[in-house]
């Protein structure tokens, strides 16, 4: 099964998770790929650049946006869920908070469900993980930053409750990742903590972490560069979160990452 063989490969090498938005709003390729065509192009032409799972969402969650139906949602995303899953390019992982969306995806094959509310929304999307056996992302956020809060404290009661209401629907440890869900409700600073954050969540779960730092303002608030001028500062904040523990990355410019995640690779294992 798709998700079995995600799981097992994680740890092996870092993996690329690429960023495919059917949003007509997201912060850095909203509109781009609503049409089956151009997403299933999209997503084959990341997977050539090294993207070894592709990450489809339909409802965009950057601070203000408009929430979407259901119905609306599914509307975006079956067309060119169906299309990437049809020729079997690579693990998908469906960006969504709602189950009945995640339902629908994994039944049409896709293998991990990203859960941005990290199982603090609605409690049936941890029963269509465990009735399905698909990866679960289960990210942190706050819904506001307050530059008071203890970050890591925070994160460790958000992941000890999230992984409490898993295990009662009966979902697997081991389809468990982590993500400590940096620009979600945190100061800047609180960001710079999450980004670096994976050896904390390894230490106090033992869980694989995935962590979603590509063109976010933390990065713009340190090199003063618009979201498509942001791939340097991208590339020096996963090669951070890499040698903090991290195991997957989520970004836009997969060939980039590819290379720079194997040269730091190689320089290590040197
Ligand atoms: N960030 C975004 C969306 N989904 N999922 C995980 N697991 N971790 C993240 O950090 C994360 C995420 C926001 O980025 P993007 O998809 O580029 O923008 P939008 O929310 O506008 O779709």
Redesign the pocket.
């Known amino acids: 099964m798709a998700a079995q063989d995600f799981l097992a490969r994680i740890g092996a090498k870092p993996l690329i998770m690429g960023?495919l938005?059917v949003?007509p709003d997201?912060?850095?390729d909203g509109g781009r790929h609503c049409d089956p065509g151009a997403a299933f192009l999209r997503a084959k032409k990341m997977v050539e650049e090294g993207a070894d799972i592709i990450d489809i969402?339909a409802e965009?969650?950057?601070p203000g946006?408009t929430p979407v139906s259901a119905e609306e949602e599914w509307a975006r995303l079956e067309a060119p869920l169906a299309a990437i899953l049809r020729e079997g390019i690579a693990p998908v992982s469906v960006?969504t908070t709602k189950a009945e969306i995640a339902r629908r995806a994994v039944a049409l094959g896709a293998a991990i469900i990203?859960d941005?509310s990290g199982l603090h929304g609605e409690p049936a999307l941890a029963e269509v993980a465990a009735e399905s056996g698909a990866a679960l992302?289960v990210?942190h956020h706050c819904a506001e930053a307050d530059p008071a809060r203890d970050i890591l404290a925070d994160m460790r009661a958000f992941f000890a409750r999230a992984l409490a209401r898993a295990e009662q629907a009966g979902v697997k440890r081991s389809q468990v990742v982590l993500?400590p869900?940096?620009?979600f409700g945190k100061t800047f600073e609180q960001n710079l903590v999450a980004a670096t954050s994976a050896g904390a969540l390894k230490a106090a779960f033992g869980l694989p972490v995935?962590v979603?730092l590509?063109r976010k303002r933390f990065i713009g608030a340190i090199t003063g560069a618009p979201t498509e001028k942001r791939l340097a500062g991208t590339l020096a904040a996963d090669l951070a979160a890499l040698q903090a523990g991290a195991d997957i990355f989520?970004v836009h410019d997969v060939a980039e990452h590819a290379d720079a995640l194997k040269v730091w690779s190689a320089l290590v294992r040197a």
Do not use: K
């Open positions: 960023i938005n949003t997201s912060f850095s969402g965009s969650t950057r946006f960006d990203n941005v992302v990210m993500d869900g940096v620009g995935l979603g590509s989520r």
